[in-house]
């Protein structure tokens, strides 16, 4: 099977089993990231533009979590996180590729690389992903 090929199908295993994770907010000149429920726990009148900012998907050279609740929150790789996150998982290869949040940042991955060379490694940490695709058809 060609890399594009085998591509194709990590990332549409990707898309079935990724978690959805809730946008970052931060207080306006504080630099951590927050889930909308932290950030109304710490400060429950807070207005948008005012106090806080986000909301939106923002672009980062590596992943969110909410500072309080750790929970992951959403992000885009830049140029730099991909292949900062590349060599993480070359260097700790994942192993539940069932794991929702996994999937989350392994998708950031999959639709960051650029190149045969990126494509080829991440190809090599996800190999295990397309043995245990068949369970997914299943009823
Ligand atoms: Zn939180």
Do not use: N
Request: aromatic share 12%; glycine share 8%; with cysteine.
């Amino acid at each position: 099977m060609i890399d594009e090929d085998r591509l194709y199908e990590i990332k549409a295993l990707l898309d079935k089993r990724e978690a959805s994770p809730p946008h970052p907010y931060w207080l306006i000149g504080e630099d951590e990231s927050l889930c909308w429920k932290c950030l109304h726990a710490k400060m429950p009148d807070a207005e948008i533009g005012v106090d806080f900012e986000g909301g939106y998907c923002w672009e980062s050279d590596g992943c969110f979590h909410c500072e309080k609740c750790g929970r992951l929150l959403q992000f885009i790789l830049t140029e730099y996180g991909v292949a900062s996150e590349l060599a993480h998982y070359a260097e700790f290869p994942p192993e539940k590729f069932r794991e929702p949040d996994l999937c989350y940042h392994l998708a950031r991955v999959a639709y960051g690389i650029y190149g045969a060379d990126q494509v080829r490694q991440f190809l090599a940490i996800t190999r295990a992903m397309l043995g245990d695709a068949q369970e997914d058809d299943s009823p």
